[in-house]
């Protein structure tokens, strides 16, 4: 039987906290920023004239959403090697 110390649970539970984080802040701007894309190329198709303003502000909300994705890399990183305790 093997005994568990209060440092080993911390890292243990702050390997699993960072691999919450990046699963959750990698698939909310990956889904969004696949549905502006697709939405850009409609309004594209329907409009081709102004492709030129679609694709400014279409690039600019992608910018935004892959703050988040960027965001939860840190915190990942930080909850994987900064330790409390060691």
């Known amino acids: ?15 699993i906290a960072a691999a919450v984080v ?10 969004g ?9 409609e309004a594209v198709g329907r409009n081709p004239g102004a492709r030129s303003e679609i694709m400014t502000t279409m690039l600019l909300g992608q910018a935004v959403a ?4 960027l965001y ?3 915190v990942a990183l930080i909850l994987m090697f900064v330790k409390p305790f060691g």
């Open 1 to 15: 039987m093997t005994n568990i110390t209060d440092q080993g649970l911390v890292h243990a539970c702050s390997a």
């Open 22 to 31: 990046m699963l959750g802040s990698g698939l909310g701007p990956a889904l």
């Open 33 to 41: 920023q696949g549905y502006a894309a697709g939405k850009g190329a």
């Open 66 to 69: 892959e703050t988040t994705g």
């Open 72 to 74: 939860g890399l840190v």
